[in-house]
Every structure is written in structure tokens, then in C-alpha cells.
């Protein structure tokens, strides 16, 4: 089991229950987990197209731009909390004791994230004329942030300890959720706040379960002569972690993101709308594929096996190369006859679209095994930081059509990637013309 370098260890009294799964069976359990998410991912992927071509028709091409700029914020906020979510994952992988004793410890060290959400509430005036939304609007999606940390900490440990049926439960409950509300919330409010009031319900409800969940889980069974650190030794250096991967999460999801508030700011109110539809039906890619990682993390982390990266790499990269596929051949027929005449987007870009969500699906994947294996995180981040820097100077200095837009995500990542892997082959020959030759004399030779 791992425990932090600086730290004193201390030998667990407590003994093995039962031997704990070996290796190669908690991989095979991860291939299952991520499954069984994969398919609550296509779920999940599916409602969220349905509630977008609600909210569209509700609102109407002209308005769907700015709404889809919003609810894409709230997304990113969701990616943002999955720094912290992560953190405490793999805190709880790693460590048998129970939950709330590692809870407990690592709340104090949440104060940052108070002043990330101050920082929040006082740039909406800035963001709202940015998008051309009303303030109140951009408040919801605050809100719904704050509420999304409440949740990540106890999701966290439901992650680690592999409390994935009960996630998935709870994920369809919140589409089914999302959807009935935003139905019905239409009926009383405008489309914009029936859509974010609609998408808050479903976090209040995870805040409530995560927690009351989290704190009922006790200690599991320690291998046997296994190392085991206290709870406020294992949320040592939790604040700097959840940040750094909140961080490269952002940057993700940014990147998929930025071309939409590129969009609603450069183009027509027509073409914006379009825009947002085709990448809403491209997002199905990225809810489908996000649950490998989920599902392979805990893996990874307890047991940092290459086999086990490996074989979550292979699933991501076929479940996004499957769903951008059928998203290119069946997404102009969708976008006709579901958003309707006023949406249409060719087959072509909708394949660029299907480009940048395969890309971002596979980057995702990189960012979380890095995290979880403890090293590598560098080079990885640099590639996410990179890729993002161009993508925002791209959209900022030289605006291009819907097409140009679309495949920015897959581009900038490619290149960034491309370029740091010619630089480590690079360095890699550097060290080995500089290594001396040493001969070694053994027997007679001497």
C-alpha cells in the first residue's frame, strides 16, 4: 500500500478478514466497472442531448448559443470538482481505515476553494456581458459549482472503495431528474433558468447520498503486513493535489469548451446555435468514454500495474473511436429531425467534432492515469497547459468559420503531444551520446 514518502509509517495491528483481490482481478473487475459506467455513460450522453434539444426548441436558435455557453460552464465546473473528487479517490484506494476519519482531516484543507468561489461571485458581472446573459443566470451556475465541490469529496471515497453500482444508480436518477424538471420548469420560467435550475437538482442530490453514504462506510480488510498511515497523515498534501488536478481538469475541459464561447462571441446568432447543437451531440462521445478512467482508477493507484493502463487505454480509445463514428454517419439525420431545419451541421464537421471529442476522451485518460501512478504528471499537464495557450490564441487572434472551430481541440492537442514526445525522443539521444563507454575486463581478458 502506498503511504506519502515524508511520512512516519506506521505497521497496521489490524489482520486480513479475507486475502484482498490479486492484481489481475481487480483489472478484470475494472474492465466490468467500466462497463457497466460506459453504458450509464451512454445513458447519460443520450439525456443529455434529449435535454438540449428541450432547452433549444424552448429557446430557440437565436438563444440556444448563450444557453449552451452556460450549462458548458457548468460543466467545466464539474471538472474542476473532479480535482478534488480524485484527490480523496485515491486517498481512499489507498488507505483501509474508515472514510469518515479521512473526511474529517481533509475539510480544513478545502480553504482555497472558498476563495476560488468568492473570486467566482465577483467576475459575474464580467462573464454575463461577456456571454450576453443575464447575471442571474450566471449566479445559478456559481451556485451550482459550490454545490459540486459539497459533492466531490464524499463521491470521492465512493470512487475509491469501488462503489460504482451505486454511483451509476444515482446517475440515472439524476437524469431522470434533470429531464422531468426541465420539462416542467419550462412551462413557468424562461428556457435559460429552467435549464440550470433543472441541472441543480440532480447535485443537491448527490451532495445528500455521497454524504450520508461516505460517512457510514467503516474500515475494509489490510493486507496482510501491509503499511498503514493515520487519517491526517494520509490528507497531507491534499489542498496541493485536488488544486493541480483540478487545474488539468479545467484545462480538458476548456479546450472542449473554448471553441463554443469562441462561437457565441464571433459568430451570428444563427450560427452560434448550430455550433452549440453539434458539439452537445458531440459531448455524447465524452460521457461514454470518461467512465473508463473512473472505473480504472482505483486500480491503478492501489496496485500501479502497466498491464491495467494499458487495457483502460485500448477501451477508451475504442468506445471513442465506436461513438465518433456513429455520431459522423447518424448526427445529420439527428440534427434535422430532432433539433430541427434550423440546426442542420454537415456530415464533415460533425466528423471534426467527432475528431476533438476522441482527442480530449483520450487526454482525459492520460491525466487521470498520471495522477493516479503518482509520477509523469508533469509532462502531461505541460501537454493539456500547451494545447490549451494555443487554442486560446488561435480563437483570439485569428477567428475561422464553425468547421475551424470544431477541430481546434483535436489540433492544438495533437500538436502539443506531437511536439513534447519529439522533445523527450530528443533528450532521450542527447543522454545516450553523452554516456561514456565503460569496458568491462572479466577473466582471462584482465
Same mark, same amino acid.
Given at each position: 500500500m502506498a503511504v506519502p514518502a515524508p511520512l512516519a509509517p506506521r505497521v497496521s495491528t489490524r489482520t486480513a478478514a479475507a486475502a484482498p483481490p490479486a492484481p489481475g482481478a481487480e483489472t478484470r473487475h475494472a474492465a466490468r466497472d467500466a462497463g457497466l459506467l460506459a453504458a450509464v455513460g451512454f445513458v447519460t450522453g443520450g439525456s443529455n442531448f434529449v435535454f438540449n434539444v428541450m432547452v433549444a426548441r424552448n429557446g430557440g436558435v437565436s438563444s440556444y448559443g448563450g444557453i449552451a455557453a452556460l450549462l458548458s460552464m457548468v460543466t467545466i465546473a464539474g471538472f474542476v470538482a473532479s480535482g478534488v473528487q480524485y484527490a480523496m479517490a485515491r486517498r481512499a484506494a489507498t488507505w483501509d481505515g474508515p472514510p469518515r476519519a479521512l473526511l474529517a482531516a481533509s475539510l480544513g484543507l478545502m480553504w482555497p476553494w472558498l476563495a476560488v468561489v468568492v473570486a467566482l461571485f465577483a467576475s459575474v458581472p464580467a462573464l454575463s456581458a461577456y456571454l450576453g446573459v443575464p447575471d442571474a443566470a450566471t449566479v445559478l451556475v456559481v451556485t451550482q459549482f459550490v454545490a459540486l465541490l459539497a459533492a466531490a469529496m464524499p463521491g470521492g471515497v465512493l470512487i475509491g472503495r469501488r462503489r460504482f453500482a451505486l454511483i451509476a444508480g444515482l446517475s440515472v436518477i439524476g437524469v431522470a431528474l434533470r429531464?422531468?424538471?426541465?420539462?416542467?420548469l419550462a412551462r413557468v420560467m424562461d428556457a435559460t433558468t429552467a435549464a440550470l435550475v433543472a441541472s441543480f437538482v440532480p447535485a443537491l442530490l448527490s451532495v445528500a447520498v455521497f454524504l450520508s453514504i461516505a460517512l457510514r462506510m467503516g474500515s475494509v480488510a489490510a493486507e496482510a503486513g501491509a503499511v498503514d498511515a493515520s487519517a491526517e497523515d494520509m490528507s497531507a498534501g491534499f489542498a496541493t493535489e485536488s488544486a493541480t488536478g483540478a487545474i488539468s481538469s479545467a484545462a480538458l475541459w476548456s479546450l472542449w469548451a473554448m471553441p463554443l464561447i469562441f462561437a457565441r462571441h464571433l459568430l451570428d446568432a444563427g450560427s452560434s446555435?448550430?455550433?452549440? /447543437?453539434?458539439? %452537445? *451531440? /458531440?459531448?455524447? %462521445? *465524452?460521457?461514454?468514454?470518461?467512465p473508463v478512467a473512473m472505473a480504472f482508477y482505483p486500480t491503478i493507484a492501489r496496485h500501479r500495474q502497466r498491464r491495467t493502463v494499458v487495457v483502460g487505454a485500448v477501451a477508451t480509445l475504442g468506445l471513442a473511436g465506436v461513438a465518433s463514428l456513429g455520431m459522423a454517419v447518424l448526427g445529420p439525420w439527428l440534427m434535422r429531425h430532432v433539433y430541427g431545419p434550423h440546426f442542420v451541421v454537415g456530415a464533415r464537421a460533425?466528423?471534426?467534432?467527432?475528431?476533438s471529442a476522441a482527442t480530449v476522451s483520450l487526454a482525459t485518460y492520460a491525466v487521470w492515469t498520471a495522477r493516479a501512478l503518482r509520477r509523469r504528471i508533469a509532462p502531461v499537464s505541460v501537454m493539456v497547459g500547451l494545447a490549451a495557450a494555443a487554442e486560446l490564441l488561435v480563437g483570439v487572434a485569428a477567428p475561422g468559420g464553425l468547421e475551424t472551430l470544431a477541430v481546434l481541440p483535436c489540433l492544438?492537442?495533437?500538436?502539443?503531444?506531437?511536439?513534447l514526445l519529439l522533445a523527450a525522443v530528443s533528450r532521450s539521444?542527447?543522454?545516450?551520446?553523452?554516456t561514456p563507454a565503460v569496458v568491462v575486463l572479466v577473466g582471462d581478458e584482465a
Open positions: 429531464l422531468c424538471g426541465g420539462a416542467l446555435g448550430r455550433f452549440a /447543437a453539434a458539439q %452537445v *451531440l /458531440a459531448s455524447g %462521445v *465524452l460521457f461514454v468514454t470518461a460533425l466528423l471534426e467534432f467527432g475528431a492544438t492537442l495533437a500538436t502539443a503531444g506531437g511536439a539521444r542527447g543522454r545516450s551520446r553523452a
